[in-house]
């Protein structure tokens, strides 16, 4: 924009400078033109910079003015009130990134990202990020609240700690935010047209600074009483005309920044799952990327209230999708979750009542756990609202007792939603056992799906991205599909392998980026040599007629199988639907080990 000088008779250019005041308040009436503030900044910022030196984030909470700004290369996301996970996931990843930072220049001995970006080589400069955020009022009111008020501590720590490490918060909402505590932490503030004057003497604003005609537009620095006219961008002067105005910028933006190597670019919060924050490797804390599928067929078998098996061999990712489906069913408003991890009984678990007491701690003290759970999820389903018991490690079970096994199926029938996860050998097991009872027909009302690996697309994408959000350059067309021909496209394997070509990088070492001995030193290190208690497990879950044959040919799935080793392979999961499972780590493993397992074997 503008701003008025009329002591030197001049005019000039408005400017918010990014090595200045870390934060920005904009303080207005609704229609006063805060929104189109937001949008004016974030086109001036994108135009002047490179998407490789600012990346931009907007949290839209108020008339959708902000979603223009996500066709922008210097965008990552443009998140709104209803997105809480996507929300939650944007702050958490700023959190963190004004952590990493200041382990940066505490290791670089900066001060400031201002000195570390003049010392730095234009590779290694880290980017400003903006946070604009519409509507701040309405944050503070409902997605503050969240997690018991975590993104509201979130956004403290933005506020007090970000703008020395380059990540700027540019807030807008009504004059309701002056009296935040946390407004005191921006030293610059935009004041546009209010009809509640009365707040601005408190500013330092009298009455006689305020313009004639204040209108939609015209603001006021607060720390000099300065007017400034906020532009407008190209176009028709209706929101409308703006959103086409920074549309048609961002697509001349787009082909200008199309050289910028995908890990200077703004990491991504995606509305579908195939990104994530980092590689999550041996914490059990990922998300289910990729699995919207495998989600969306749970929650229809949930409103049919149909019971479901999800089988696959360890470590692809059951547990994870289980998280994921509590959150989602929560976020829903469904009452009673009920996540249980099968315990390994220290005593026998023979009776109903006992496993009843396992899976619903607060029935544990009844005198009749079993009969009182039944009736608990009789009184849900007549609600509309059945309880979820979702049980994993249910290979366990065949510890129990079968008659308290089959009992779980009369909880099913009595409304209850279960959803038991396992190998396919753990399912298979439990439900023979089950049927050991005398009239049992435990599984038949099973619905069973087995998870198996990503489709390519899918797995290059979260390898490349999720490598991209912190900082590493992966070629999907070379290293991304190197990579894959090594460990197929299973969510853990990619995941190991992801952080390892990560650290090694960030180490100095791009040798796994472009030598193919280099990589595949990295996949026996870390996954063969690192993770081989995992391919023990799996070995140890096939039958002695299924190992033989995996010894007949090194490292590949053998040509013929007798009837023993097929079903002794199927079972493992290795098999399915008479083709060989893709997965070729286990099959280096098995080579690689073969003198060793052979000699078990004998």
Same mark, same amino acid.
Request: hydrophobic letters at 45%.
């Given at each position: 924009g503008l701003e008025d000088l009329p002591a030197e008779q001049a005019c000039r250019p408005a400017v918010f400078d990014l090595a200045g005041p870390a934060h920005l308040l904009i303080v207005g009436d609704q229609g006063s033109g805060r929104s189109q503030f937001l949008r004016t900044l974030a086109a001036a910022t994108a135009r002047q910079y490179g998407s490789a030196d600012v990346h931009l984030y907007g949290i839209d909470c108020g008339d959708g003015a902000l979603q223009a700004l996500a066709g922008l290369p210097h965008c990552g996301a443009v998140v709104t009130p209803e997105e809480t996970t996507r929300t939650v996931r944007l702050l958490n990843r700023l959190t963190a990134d004004v952590r990493r930072r200041q382990e940066i220049l505490a290791k670089t001995g900066f001060a400031s990202l201002a000195e570390h970006?003049?010392?730095?080589?234009?590779?290694?400069?880290?980017?400003?990020?903006? *946070?604009? /955020?519409?509507g701040c009022e309405h944050f503070t009111a409902t997605l503050g609240q969240i997690q018991d008020g975590r993104l509201a501590e979130q956004l403290a720590v933005l506020l007090n700690e970000g703008g020395r490490v380059?990540?700027?918060?540019?807030?807008a909402g009504n004059q309701g935010l002056l009296r935040e505590s946390f407004a005191r932490a921006i030293s610059e503030k935009l004041l546009l047209p209010t009809?509640?004057?009365?707040?601005?003497?408190? *500013?330092? /604003?009298?009455p006689d600074m305020v313009p004639p005609g204040w209108g939609p537009g015209r603001a006021l620095r607060a720390s000099s009483g300065t007017?400034?006219?906020?532009?407008?961008?190209?176009?028709?002067?209706?929101?409308?005309?703006?959103?086409?105005a920074l549309g048609s910028l961002a697509t001349v933006l787009r082909d200008r920044e199309a050289s910028v190597p995908l890990a200077q670019r703004p990491f991504r919060i995606e509305e579908v799952l195939l990104i994530a924050d980092r590689f999550h490797v041996g914490d059990a804390q990922g998300r289910a990327v990729g699995r919207d599928d495998v989600l969306s067929w749970l929650r229809d078998r949930y409103a049919t209230r149909g019971a479901a098996a999800l089988l696959g061999p360890r470590r692809a990712g059951k547990s994870w999708i289980l998280a994921e489906l509590s959150r989602d069913l929560r976020d829903s408003g469904v009452r009673s979750v009920h996540e249980v991890t099968i315990p390994m009984p220290s005593s026998p678990i023979e009776t109903a009542d006992a496993l009843a007491a396992i899976l619903d701690r607060a029935v544990a003290r009844r005198a009749s756990p079993a009969a009182v759970l039944l009736n608990k999820a009789r009184r849900a389903a007549a609600s509309a609202q059945p309880v979820a018991f979702l049980l994993d490690e249910v290979g366990r079970l065949v510890k129990y007792g079968p008659a308290a096994v089959s009992w779980l199926r009369d909880l099913g029938q009595a409304g209850a939603w279960l959803v038991y996860t396992g190998t396919?050998?753990?399912?298979?097991?439990?439900?023979?056992?089950?049927?050991?009872?005398?009239?049992?027909?435990?599984?038949?009302?099973?619905?069973?799906?087995?998870?198996?690996?990503?489709?390519?697309?899918t797995a290059l994408t979260f390898l490349c991205g999720t490598a991209a959000n912190l900082g590493v350059d992966i070629s999907p067309a070379k290293t991304g599909k190197a990579v894959l021909r090594l460990t197929g496209a299973w969510p853990f394997y990619l995941q190991v392998i992801g952080d390892a070509v990560v650290r090694a990088v960030q180490g100095g070492d791009v040798g796994p980026l472009a030598d193919q001995s280099a990589l595949e030193r990295l996949v026996e290190q870390h996954l063969l040599d690192e993770w081989t208690d995992h391919f023990q497990g799996r070995w140890a879950e096939i039958g002695s007629a299924g190992r033989a044959a995996l010894l007949t040919q090194r490292g590949l799935p053998p040509d013929d199988l007798a009837p023993a080793q097929r079903e002794d392979l199927r079972d493992a999961g290795l098999l399915p639907r008479e083709q060989w499972l893709a997965d070729p780590p286990f099959f280096a493993w098995v080579a690689r080990n073969e003198a060793s397992l052979r000699d078990r074997e004998m």
């Open positions: 970006r003049r010392a730095a080589g234009s590779e290694a400069q880290l980017p400003h990020v903006m *946070l604009l /955020i519409d380059g990540i700027h918060l540019i807030l009809a509640r004057r009365d707040e601005l003497q408190a *500013l330092g /604003i009298r007017e400034v006219q906020v532009a407008l961008l190209d176009g028709k002067p209706t929101p409308a005309g703006q959103d086409a396919e050998k753990d399912w298979h097991m439990l439900v023979r056992w089950a049927l050991t009872v005398p009239g049992s027909s435990f599984g038949n009302d099973v619905n069973a799906r087995v998870l198996g690996p990503w489709v390519q697309s």
